[in-house]
């Protein structure tokens, strides 16, 4: 920095020691992506110097009084155009504000670190923001000029007064007293707002800046006259020393308009990472609900983003709540997040906590568990699906629930309990266990009804992500199949390698097949005449498992697939032991033949609530016809 001494006056001028005259346009243009960074960058300068001061008093090297009012104050004159950032912290001498204000990026922070860090062995690094030596200039963004006042805690330093208009010129001098009229230690910041930023000079624009970024400052924050944030919230206070009714109210201060959380992690480790928070379980019955709600990423108590991609593992994005921690790598604007190795170990600590909570809860109390895994069965099949090391641990606390049996309610099952539950029943001839599930109980409910009366177990598959979960179930488990209960006939869903007899000839079958197929003249349509137990429906239709699956996943993803695009294809299974097959053979008026054919084969069309339109009308003629 080169300065020339004004004797007259008693102030300097001189240019800031930079790389390039160019770095303001490059400040307000690329540096910061959002204007009203420079807001949360000066109140966090202004918070971390009130740290230091607070530090200082602690190693007894400053033995003034600190007072009963260490706040940072922020106010605006519309008609002056100014915003004024003021705090009562450990301030500038001249030759400081040389040093750390024209010397950009140059972090005092860190040299107080350096400084301080043997007086007690061991320094608090989450009391010390400013690790960013340009978070001061982009207060240019919004100002065409830019002053600060500052009386060091030292009593010899005077006051000074620094002040640059954007250019690389600056002039530093003496001044009589701080913005408020006083002579005490601390800083002013006064931004002189330029006419395409007076935007900021607004109440309510200013408040909702203060409260987004600095919610949860260390120090409190005065904005008209009112203290805006909470300096201690709970993430910063140990587990042992909070009631549930802590948690549920922070949670409140967060989500004003979400209901109660159904249960919480307090997330706190000191090596080798050092990371605070917690994270909520939302309730989430309908599966997927993307709310404006996320979690929030805090650098010592500065709210960073609620982009928190890599920290939070996929799985959980939809969680609620807090993390803070310093060592999350930022750019220098902190406006997104850089790879490295502690995200990864935080993401993996993050990943460990919630299995561990998980498998807790199901221990110490399974029936509340049950109860809320309505709620959280997405979140543990999502991990399932995107984590071998979480599925490792979550393998014995994920729950399968069945479908109502002859009025009995649902149960729920780990997987090795639901394995007992059926493979003496539902083991195929190749030795496969073959689990069956439904998606619609009430759609289904033939297919689950037909399904009970052979004594199998029907499982509820109805989430949205249920088509991977399966599928990845299928590829962990030993000689384990998962097959839908209308994906065919039962017989060959769990083939036994039993072979009902039919009362038809050959013959007959041949002549019922080509029957259907004239009448019903659908090139979709694969159909087939199968022996099964009389009690069955005369007509069975069924989509075949890997197709439907694949529908499933391919709507799911939301991106047109090669299976999403096939055409719809169904088989049909015409009962050969069902007395009405005998009774259509029998007939021998051609059209009344034909009638019996579609009736029967609407009814199945009714099972499966695929029977619409013109269709359905024609049905419910023929139903009142035959009466």
Request: proline share 3%; aromatic share 10%; net charge negative.
């Amino acid at each position: 920095m080169e300065a020339v001494q004004n004797e007259k006056e008693g102030t300097k001028r001189g240019q800031i020691s930079i790389h390039t005259e160019n770095i303001f346009p490059i400040i307000k243009k690329f540096l910061y992506s959002d204007h009203e960074i420079f807001l949360r960058e000066l109140v966090s300068n202004a918070v971390d110097a009130t740290q230091k001061l607070k530090k200082l008093a602690s190693y007894g090297e400053y033995n003034g009084e600190l007072g009963d009012d260490l706040k940072v104050t922020v106010a605006f004159d519309k008609e002056a155009k100014t915003i004024t950032i003021s705090d009562r912290g450990i301030g500038m001498s001249a030759d400081e504000i040389q040093k750390y204000i024209n010397q950009i990026a140059f972090s005092g922070a860190t040299e107080f670190i350096e400084k301080y860090k043997d007086k007690s062995g061991q320094v608090d690094e989450k009391a010390i923001i400013g690790h960013f030596g340009l978070g001061f200039y982009s207060a240019f963004m919004v100002a065409k000029e830019v002053e600060i006042i500052s009386k060091s805690y030292r009593d010899e330093e005077p006051i000074s007064r620094w002040v640059c208009d954007g250019s690389t010129e600056f002039e530093i001098g003496p001044a009589e007293s701080r913005v408020s009229g006083g002579t005490e230690r601390g800083t002013d910041v006064v931004l002189h707002i330029a006419e395409d930023s007076e935007e900021f000079l607004d109440e309510y624009r200013l408040q909702g800046i203060l409260e987004k970024y600095g919610k949860f400052l260390p120090i409190p924050i005065e904005f008209n006259g009112k203290v805006i944030n909470n300096t201690t919230p709970i993430w910063t206070k140990t587990p042992s020393d909070l009631t549930d009714d802590d948690y549920k109210n922070f949670y409140r201060e967060l989500y004003p308009m979400s209901e109660e959380p159904l249960f919480w992690i307090h997330l706190n480790v000191d090596y080798p990472f050092n990371l605070t928070g917690v994270l909520y379980f939302p309730k989430l019955k309908d599966g997927f609900q993307f709310k404006r709600e996320k979690i929030q990423l805090y650098s010592r108590q500065v709210f960073i983003t609620d982009e928190v991609k890599d920290v939070v593992p996929d799985f959980l994005m939809l969680l609620h709540g807090v993390i803070d921690s310093p060592d999350i790598p930022l750019n220098v604007s902190r406006s997104f997040l850089q790879a490295d190795s502690n995200v990864k170990k935080i993401n993996s600590y993050i990943t460990r906590k919630v299995a561990d909570k998980l498998n807790d809860l199901f221990k110490a109390d399974r029936a509340a568990y049950e109860a809320k895994f309505d709620d959280i069965g997405l979140f543990v099949k999502y991990g399932i699906l995107s984590d071998d090391k979480f599925y490792e641990k979550a393998k014995d606390f994920v729950l399968l629930k069945n479908t109502e049996v002859s009025g009995a309610p649902s149960r729920y099952f780990t997987l090795n309990e639901y394995r007992e539950h059926v493979q003496a029943n539902q083991t195929d001839k190749s030795e496969t266990v073959v689990m069956l599930y439904a998606t619609n109980a009430q759609q289904q409910h033939g297919y689950i009804e037909s399904a009970h009366r052979r004594g199998y177990d029907v499982l509820l598959m109805d989430t949205q992500i249920d088509a991977h979960f399966i599928n990845a179930l299928e590829y962990k488990l030993e000689k384990t199949s998962f097959k839908r209960v209308d994906a065919d006939t039962l017989d060959k869903l769990i083939d036994k390698g039993l072979n009902t007899e039919s009362v038809l000839s050959e013959e007959d079958r041949t002549k019922l097949k080509e029957l259907f197929e004239q009448t019903l003249d659908n090139k979709s349509l694969a159909i087939n005449v199968e022996s099964m137990p009389a009690d069955e429906l005369p007509v069975t239709i069924t989509m075949p498992e890997f197709i439907r699956r694949m529908k499933d996943m391919s709507a799911l993803s939301g991106e047109q697939s090669f299976y999403g695009s096939l055409p719809v294809s169904y088989n049909v299974a015409v009962n050969a032991n069902h007395p009405l097959t005998s009774k259509i053979l029998s007939t021998t008026d051609a059209e009344a033949q034909k009638t019996l054919v579609k009736q029967v084969y609407d009814l199945a069309l009714l099972s499966q609530n695929m029977l619409t339109g013109a269709d359905l009308t024609a049905f419910v003629r023929r139903s009142v016809e035959q009466l």
